[in-house]
């Protein structure tokens, strides 16, 4: 997955794009893409392009106050916007503060979509296409992540969703694009419940973290070893072992209770990483109770097993 940076802004839309003249204000949804350069920006921003949005590429961030205010006077012709933005300089991530301060003063309904990868990740990734990153200067490429990843520390903080690319192919990218925007009604909240193995490292776009190593491993057991936690079997030992009933009962009612703040901060997804040794056997069943709980308290969820098969 790559992306190119250009020095000049690109426009690129899914609707008509006619310039009309009128009176009407409704205010466009906006959806801000950033991130890592290489974590693929542009591949989210052209997923999105084919769904209809209006897409601007390499915008100033002082611009997109003006470019939602243009799509409030498009008469709906412009009613969803994306605006893809890197930050290379402290001048250009305060501006970028300044403009959200100013479209939270307009009650502007904005998201924040953080692109991540693993710095080995990105390195592989401009290696492949033989460019240097935009922050390296006369240092090598690890320099430039170095640098961007302390730039952008703050804008990933305030990110409503990230998306840590590092394992995924653009088809992948353009799946968990579609999961979260190609629906006809936004949901009050989407989750993602990610179940992984902490020999594997942490999931970097977790916001929450669950942790499954209390209950019994059904890897010493032979007759489940060779199974997943997809498997009947394996999900009724893991579920049968003292503790793991109450466990997610207990978990399923904090989650209803981090959900409702959520919902009162305007948070719109959350990703909520179930783990054990390896990824296969406890975090896969968790996973899958926790996300069926979830669905049925009205939680649009998706499950994604992410080292599952790995071992």
């Not at 920006?41 to 997923?47: F, G, I, L």
């Not at 990734?125 to 520390?153: K, T």
């Not at 997804?269 to 968790?286: D, E, L, N, Q």
Request: aromatic content about 6%; some cysteine; charged content about 30%.
């Amino acid at each position: 997955m790559t992306e190119h940076d250009g020095d000049e802004a690109q426009v690129g839309t899914g609707t008509t794009g006619e310039t009309v003249e009128a009176t009407e204000t409704a205010i466009p949804e906006l959806v801000i893409i950033s991130g890592m350069s290489g974590a693929g920006r542009s591949t989210a921003a052209k997923c999105l392009e084919d769904l209809g949005w209006f897409v601007v590429d390499n915008l100033p961030p002082a611009l997109i106050p003006t470019m939602v205010e243009l799509g409030a006077r498009s008469q709906g012709n412009v009613a969803r916007i994306a605006v893809v933005v890197d930050v290379r300089g402290r001048r250009f991530f305060d501006n970028l503060r300044e403009s959200l301060a100013d479209l939270d003063v307009k009650n502007v309904t904005r998201r924040i979509v953080f692109l991540e990868s693993s710095d080995d990740a990105l390195v592989r990734r401009f290696e492949s296409v033989r460019r240097p990153h935009p922050l390296q200067g006369d240092g090598r490429i690890v320099d430039g992540i170095a640098a961007e990843r302390d730039l952008l520390r703050e804008l990933r903080g305030d990110a409503d969703l990230v998306i840590d690319t590092s394992s995924l192919n653009v088809h992948e990218l353009r799946a968990k694009m579609d999961a979260q925007f190609a629906g006809d009604e936004e949901p009050e909240l989407r989750a993602t419940v990610m179940s992984f193995g902490y020999k594997y490292g942490l999931p970097v776009d977790a916001d929450l973290v669950v942790d499954c190593r209390f209950l019994p491993n059904p890897h010493w057991v032979p007759e489940l070893r060779p199974f997943t936690g997809l498997n009947e079997e394996v999900s009724n030992y893991v579920f049968s072992r003292p503790g793991a009933k109450e466990f997610l009962d207990q978990y399923t009612e904090l989650l209803q209770l981090i959900a409702r703040g959520y919902r009162r901060e305007g948070k719109r997804y959350v990703t909520i990483a179930v783990g054990c040794t390896g990824g296969k056997h406890r975090s896969v069943a968790m996973s899958e109770k926790l996300a069926s709980r979830l669905a049925s308290e009205g939680v649009e969820t998706v499950v994604v097993h992410r080292d599952m098969g790995r071992e």
